[in-house]
């Protein structure tokens, strides 16, 4: 196991919110009106989804499991997030007090996962902390029971591509687009780590782990969702996020 800077690779994605102070810049961004998750992520992970009544659902990197409430309020059989950071996890369980909602703390990377019990596995820009994404998606299939899904988001490649300065971006330069692994961002006050790897790689893994490729989306901003003209017009120059959608053969 990489341990560069003392951090094991399977801990970088979860320590970052560990900290105080990057969890209140991250959860403050999260509030701003016109954020890139409320306007770009979240309305194409609830397109992909579709319908969850009736759905036992597998989140991981459930962060603080307001998106499990949503899903819990719109009928899901059962909702299992699995969440890497103590602070994260410990939000989440206030999030899903008093519902049939469940939070476990733990990595996508180690943790046991249910065999053929779960109709839909979710990830919401947690797979781009992951090293090794095909053992990954292996015990995902394993948790999948035939027929069921995978949605999830990553950063898209050509954010991931280069070396993000922090603070308003005006211009984008991809570089280096093929030479796959860890990049540096400058975000929040840290410095993070996030594996960039090409839309191909993301493609090829899925169908390697036996999953059927149903929807391919990019976050192509849609007017009505932004109060500011501005905010729309520049989410446009670039996407910013990376969807699929697979399944898993039914017998």
């Not at 890139?36 to 992520?41: P, R």
Request: aromatic letters at 8%; hydrophobic letters at 35%; glycine letters at 8%.
């Amino acid at each position: 196991m990489d341990r560069t800077g003392g951090i094991p690779i399977s801990e970088r994605g979860h320590r970052y919110y560990d900290e105080e102070d990057f969890l209140k810049a991250y959860l403050s961004r999260r509030s701003l009106v016109d954020n890139a998750n409320d306007t770009l992520e979240k309305p194409v992970m609830l397109e992909l989804i579709g319908n969850p009544e009736g759905l036992r659902i597998l989140d991981l990197g459930c962060g603080d499991a307001r998106f499990g409430a949503e899903l819990l309020e719109r009928n899901c059989a059962s909702y299992t997030g699995l969440e890497g950071s103590k602070a994260m996890s410990e939000l989440a369980r206030r999030t899903l007090a008093g519902t049939a909602g469940t939070v476990i703390l733990g990595s996508m990377e180690d943790w046991s996962y249910p065999q053929a019990s779960c109709d839909l596995v979710l990830s919401r820009l947690a797979l781009h902390y992951v090293e090794h994404l095909e053992a990954v998606l292996a015990r995902i299939v394993q948790s999948l029971k035939p027929g069921g899904r995978l949605v999830f988001s990553v950063e898209h490649p050509v954010i991931t591509s280069t070396l993000q300065p922090s603070g308003t971006r005006t211009d984008w330069t991809v570089d280096r687009y093929f030479d796959e692994g860890f990049r540096e961002q400058q975000w929040l006050g840290s410095t993070v780590k996030k594996m960039h790897r090409t839309l191909e790689h993301y493609f090829s893994a899925l169908q390697a782990a036996g999953l059927q490729v149903e929807s391919l989306r990019e976050s192509n901003p849609v007017r009505e969702r932004f109060h500011s003209a501005d905010a729309y017009e520049r989410r446009r120059r670039i996407p910013l996020f990376l969807f699929f959608s697979a399944s898993r053969p039914s017998l």
